[in-house]
């Protein structure tokens, strides 16, 4: 393959596809009486004209959407390095699973009798979701992880006020996900930001002095974010709780450990839990997620309304006197497909699959920091199921991360996630996850070396890429806000 060719033929608009007479369906001659359109819509909302639509059969709409569709990257696609977001394969049985008539057309105004099979499905859930936490309840509702983090703000604020004393401050990591120090601040807290250790994790001595009756808790990934595995927590839990505070784990990283060791036995009070990422959902775009909330006892009566109950018949209804609770996060009872998606999925690994999917993972992750390793930087070593690579060496050739990230596009890869943790110069972090073959991670690895050579030789071609691309680099803050959607013919 010639990479510095481009690939991709551009296929015709649906505009350019258009003629006019042609149908896409025939409507049959109505059995019933018929009116004057006139006489049902007002003058005033009628069009003048009519709207400027392509005129096209059906199967030339299929064919434009099709081939609309191969000019993405996903997952189904090729390799998808990014899998701190998760984006790993799903298995499609979970997508199956969640179209089942069954649950697909339930109703959320359905009356609990008539939905016993969907809050078993839930309560199931919960419990699992509860024993590979290691913690004592838990709530659905939460659509993502960033209103988990919210609700296990609102936790924090929930158990210091009915102790009274609300306590201003929480302490974050500087590696932490981004939406840490945001929750916090909506949540009315101040972000107090602790710098991490040489070796990439929070330094107990340096937690222990900033710890004080002012702080209501610690919110710590684990493995935090340069896939790094916190071997001080049970430290760090014990100082943040002799400072009566709490201890909250951002559960974005919970593929690693799942199944191996448990946020409840390291003395964590509070864990949310990415169903979109670790339990199997497709999750770009921005969605569907789900961010369950799992909590230990103490914290158990401040969860939101309404809780699932388990009652002594043996049917399953909605708890809503708790008076104590932080109230309602989100609209009904949760994302419901996401949770089926989760429930197939963690039905099918079981107990001795889900610790193997971990394993697989930071394998994965092993595999492609050895062979990355001695090329690309890691300024805090290999992480567990991800590590943060580096590509500040490539600047003296004038290339940069963005310039990789781009270049791999030419190999049909999706790019990992660049610049981020902050904690990184020109960070590339890649995290394959337990589902790629050792074949697929070579392939990614051999254009990643491929690149760092390019970027030696030749670094104007690194700088221009992608090439294969169905658009070349784009200036990307004017398309961000100044994105062309719209086609008129004779636009050009």
């Not at 009486?33 to 709207?51: F, G, N, Y």
């Not at 199931?124 to 913690?135: D, P, Q, R, V, Y």
């Not at 936790?155 to 929750?183: E, M, Q």
């Not at 290339?399 to 781009?406: M, N, P």
């Amino acid at each position: 393959m010639n990479d510095r060719n481009p690939q991709n033929p551009t296929a015709p608009l649906i505009f350019e596809r258009s003629h006019t007479g042609r149908r896409g369906t025939t409507v049959p001659r109505p059995d019933v009486p018929t009116r004057p359109l006139a006489e049902l819509i007002p003058a005033w909302a009628m069009r003048d004209k009519p709207p400027g639509l392509p005129e096209v059969p059906e199967n030339e709409v299929v064919r434009h959407f099709t081939a609309i569709s191969l000019k993405n990257h996903h997952v189904d696609k090729a390799f998808y390095p990014l899998g701190s977001c998760t984006m790993k394969y799903n298995p499609k049985v979970n997508e199956a699973t969640a179209r089942l008539p069954g649950l697909s057309d339930l109703h959320p105004f359905q009356p609990t009798a008539a939905v016993q099979g969907a809050l078993r499905l839930m309560w199931e859930l919960g419990e699992a979701l509860k024993e590979i936490s290691g913690m004592d309840a838990i709530t659905l509702q939460p659509a993502a992880g960033a209103q988990g983090e919210l609700v296990g703000a609102f936790l924090f604020r929930a158990y210091h006020t009915a102790k009274g004393d609300p306590r201003r401050k929480v302490i974050i990591p500087d590696s932490a996900h981004g939406t840490n120090p945001a929750t916090v601040t909506m949540a009315g807290y101040e972000a107090l930001t602790l710098k991490s250790s040489k070796e990439g994790r929070m330094d107990p001595a340096a937690l222990e002095s900033v710890l004080g009756d002012d702080v209501a808790g610690v919110m710590l990934t684990n493995p935090n974010t340069l896939g790094k595995f916190e071997s001080d927590i049970e430290t760090i839990a014990r100082l943040v709780h002799d400072a009566g505070g709490l201890l909250y784990m951002d559960g974005a990283n919970l593929n690693a450990l799942m199944g191996i060791t448990r946020p409840g036995d390291l003395g964590y009070d509070i864990v949310h839990i990415n169903l979109h990422k670790t339990f199997s959902s497709p999750h770009g775009g921005g969605g569907p997620g789900a961010g369950p909330v799992a909590v230990k006892e103490h914290l158990a009566h401040f969860l939101p309304l309404p809780t699932l109950r388990h009652d002594a018949d043996g049917t399953y209804s909605l708890d809503w006197e708790r008076p104590t609770s932080i109230g309602k996060v989100h609209g009904f009872w949760g994302n419901f497909g996401v949770l089926v998606r989760a429930y197939t999925y963690i039905r099918m690994l079981g107990r001795e699959g889900i610790p193997e999917t971990a394993r697989a993972a930071a394998l994965n992750s092993a595999y492609v920091a050895a062979r990355l390793g001695d090329t690309y930087e890691m300024p805090y070593g290999r992480g567990m199921h991800e590590s943060v690579f580096s590509g500040a060496f490539l600047k003296k050739h004038g290339v940069r991360t963005l310039d990789v990230a781009k270049r791999l596009l030419d190999f049909g890869m999706h790019a990992p996630t660049i610049y981020f943790p902050l904690v990184v110069a020109e960070a590339i972090m890649t995290e394959p996850t337990e589902t790629e073959t050792k074949q697929e991670l070579d392939r990614f690895c051999d254009a990643m070396l491929q690149i760092a050579s390019e970027a030696a030789k030749d670094p104007d071609f690194v700088k221009n890429a992608p090439y294969s691309t169905p658009v070349r680099r784009l200036d990307e803050a004017k398309a961000n806000r100044q994105p062309n959607v719209r086609y008129r013919a004779g636009d050009t």
